[in-house]
C-alpha cells in the first residue's frame, strides 16, 4: 500500500482546545477573583441586615403610613414627630441644584475632551478635572458655608447663612469630573469610521459632537448621569455643613433645608440613646435612602441595557 494511500485514509484526531494539565496559578488567579466579587456581594447583604432588623423594630411604633405621608420631622422634639418628607424633599432639592452644574458642564467638558481638545491640552485638562474627585467633601463644604454663600450675598441674592443654594451649586461643581471623565471615556470608545462618515458628508464639527458622538455614546452618559444623582443624593458633608439643619417642607433654595444623609451625620454622633425609637430613626431614614439609591442603580442598567451600542 502506497504511503499516499495511508495518509488520505488516516482520521484526524479530534482538536484539543483545553489545556491537559490544569495550571495552579490560574485557579489561584480564579479564586482570587471570585473572591473579590462575593466580598462586594457579602458587603451590600450585610448593609441591608445591619438596616432592615432596627427598621423594623421602628415601623413596628411608627406607622410606614405617618413615616411617609407626615409633613413633619421632629424626632428629637416632645412631641416627637416622624413624617419623612421634609427630609425627602430637602434631599431632591439639594439633589437637583447639584444636577444643575453637574450635568450640563460635566457632558460639555467630556465634549471638549472628546472632540475639540488636542492631545496635549487633553492630557494637562482631564487629570485636572479628575483632581477635583480627590478633594474631601468636607473641603466643600467649608467652601460653601465661608466663600459661595457670601458670593451669593454680593451677587445680590437674599441668602441665608446655611441654604441649600450654596451647598447644592458646590456639590454640582464636585461631581462634573465624575460626568466629565465617565462620558469622555463613552465617547471615546466611538469609532473613528463613525466621525469620519459624518466628516465625509460634509457635517461640522458640532454636528459631528452633538449629532453622531454623544447618540452613539448615550449608554455611557446616562451611566454617568445616574452615579452622578446617585452621589448627589448620597453626599453627607457638603449638605451637613452648608445647607443647614432645619427640616422643613421648602423649594426656596435662598432657605436652609435638611436632607437625609445630614440627618444621619448629625444625629448619629452619640447624643441619643442606644435603642431608644430616636435612634431607630437613623436606621429607617438610612433604609430609605437605600431604597431610593438601589432604585435609581437598576434604573440606569436597563437605560444602559436599552441605549447601548455594540460596535465591531
Known amino acids: 500500500m502506497a504511503t499516499s494511500d495511508l495518509t488520505a485514509g488516516a482520521q484526524p484526531g479530534p482538536i484539543r482546545l483545553r489545556a491537559e494539565r490544569r495550571r495552579i496559578g490560574e485557579d489561584v488567579v480564579k479564586a482570587v477573583l471570585a473572591l473579590c466579587a462575593l466580598v462586594s456581594v457579602a458587603t451590600t447583604v450585610g448593609i441591608v441586615v445591619a438596616l432592615v432588623e432596627p427598621s423594623l423594630e421602628f415601623f413596628r411604633e411608627i406607622s410606614v403610613v405617618d413615616f411617609f405621608s407626615g409633613d413633619r420631622w421632629a424626632p428629637l422634639f416632645t412631641p416627637p414627630s416622624f413624617g419623612v418628607q421634609p427630609l425627602l424633599v430637602g434631599t431632591l432639592t439639594v439633589t437637583f441644584w447639584a444636577c444643575v452644574v453637574a450635568l450640563p458642564f460635566g457632558l460639555g467638558a467630556a465634549i471638549y475632551?472628546?472632540?475639540?481638545?488636542?492631545?496635549?491640552?487633553?492630557?494637562?485638562?482631564?487629570?485636572?478635572?479628575?483632581?477635583?474627585?480627590?478633594?474631601?467633601?468636607?473641603?466643600?463644604?467649608f467652601f460653601a458655608l465661608t466663600f459661595f454663600t457670601p458670593l451669593l450675598g454680593d451677587l445680590g441674592l437674599e441668602v441665608g447663612i446655611f441654604n441649600v443654594l450654596s451647598a447644592g451649586l458646590v456639590m454640582g461643581?464636585?461631581?462634573?469630573?465624575?460626568?466629565?471623565?465617565?462620558?469622555?471615556?463613552?465617547?471615546?470608545?466611538?469609532?473613528?469610521?463613525?466621525?469620519?462618515?459624518?466628516?465625509g458628508l460634509g457635517a461640522s464639527r458640532l454636528q459631528v459632537a452633538t449629532r453622531i458622538v454623544v447618540p452613539a455614546a448615550i449608554s455611557g452618559i446616562v451611566a454617568s448621569y445616574v452615579l452622578a444623582i446617585s452621589r448627589a443624593v448620597g453626599e453627607t458633608m457638603i449638605v451637613l455643613i452648608?445647607?443647614?439643619?432645619?427640616?422643613?417642607?421648602?423649594?426656596?433654595?435662598?432657605?436652609?433645608?435638611?436632607?437625609?444623609?445630614?440627618?444621619?451625620?448629625?444625629?448619629g454622633l452619640g447624643?441619643?440613646?442606644?435603642?431608644?425609637?430616636?435612634?431607630?430613626t437613623?436606621?429607617?431614614?438610612?433604609?430609605?435612602?437605600?431604597?431610593?439609591?438601589?432604585?435609581?442603580?437598576?434604573?440606569?442598567?436597563?437605560?444602559?441595557?436599552?441605549?447601548?451600542e455594540v460596535y465591531e
Open 113 to 141: 475632551l472628546s472632540e475639540y481638545a488636542p492631545p496635549r491640552v487633553r492630557g494637562a485638562l482631564k487629570p485636572a478635572l479628575e483632581v477635583l474627585a480627590g478633594i474631601p467633601t468636607v473641603v466643600y463644604g
Open 173 to 199: 461643581v464636585m461631581l462634573i469630573p465624575t460626568v466629565a471623565s465617565i462620558s469622555e471615556d463613552a465617547m471615546t470608545a466611538v469609532p473613528q469610521e463613525l466621525r469620519d462618515g459624518a466628516y
Open 242 to 267: 452648608a445647607a443647614g439643619g432645619l427640616a422643613q417642607i421648602t423649594f426656596d433654595p435662598r432657605e436652609p433645608a435638611q436632607t437625609m444623609t445630614a440627618f444621619i451625620g448629625a444625629t
Open 271 to 280: 447624643d441619643v440613646p442606644t435603642g431608644s425609637i430616636e435612634y431607630k
Open 282 to 308: 437613623i436606621f429607617a431614614v438610612g433604609l430609605t435612602l437605600f431604597v431610593l439609591t438601589f432604585a435609581m442603580n437598576m434604573l440606569s442598567i436597563r437605560l444602559v441595557r436599552r441605549f447601548r
